[in-house]
DNA sequence: CTTGAACCTATAGTTGCTGTAGCTCCTATC
DNA sequence: GATAGGAGCTACAGCAACTATAGGTTCAAG
């Protein structure tokens, strides 16, 4: 039996990232001590392991919520799983296109500016007037 | 003179963002008429057009406030401008190289599942067990 | 003068946590 | 068995940067 400290510490959460994953539903209401403190076995210590490892390569909550659903659920096809991380991956990759993007402009126009005064700051005319830039659009923001 | 809605539309920006800004002393209070309805002038569509061009490069809305202020007092040394916009390069970049460790390590267990059931799934494995992946880190979430 | 699109305020919701206040509980030490 | 203090508890506010909704008012065209 685990406190809630030592899953927080064996998996890098914080105690109320914890306690907000039970709150939404990911992780289970577990038992309770007489005083009421809550005591969790090794199964909701691998879980919880599942939804940290899942969080850092960048899934989405409800995505995880579909992928344990899976892995409580060995016998069904794993095709569900596998588009689940099919989208996750075209995500990271127009995220890197769009921050490649981003990084080309910002490098040229922090390479332009020349110093003096902002009124002469090629960084400040180029966020003024987006024809400035090289890019036609940058589209979403984030 | 133009309504709120010019603004939104010239600029791409939704009503709501206008007045959230103008809440967070972005944009300032403009004038109203009689009835109550805010009119713009054309330096505050230039404003407005600086913070989403901004926006668009990624800059948070406090990078934005002090380059507005820059801007704002043009014979000022341009060197802040110049080091908010580093930051923001290095910003970016950080998360470029995060965002391709991420896509390797999906591309990998996508590539390495043979379909089937559930149980027999590269992808919920890898998930399961962060030493299945190459990466000894994925630090930071996001 | 009427209609309806566009405006107004205020508030809640989004995502994924994180921080705080003000308690109570558990356990180690004496 | 008493006590101290680290750890746990609930409930709620806050972050970034919006977005959406409800319920009302104003403006301008016909
Ligand atoms: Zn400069
Ligand atoms: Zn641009
Ligand atoms: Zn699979
Ligand atoms: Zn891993």
Redesign the pocket.
Known sequence: MH??????RRTG?????????EQIGLMPE?G????????YGDVDLDRLAF??HS?QLG??????RELLDLSDHPARDCGAADSIARRQLREVETRIARLQALRSELERMIGECRGGTASECRVLEVLRDHSECLADDHDA??
């Open positions: 406190t809630i400290g030592t899953l927080a959460t914080k105690v109320q990232t914890i306690r907000y994953y577990p309770r001590t007489e005083g009421g403190q809550r005591r939804i940290r969080r899934f989405p909550l409800e995505a995880i923001i984030d």
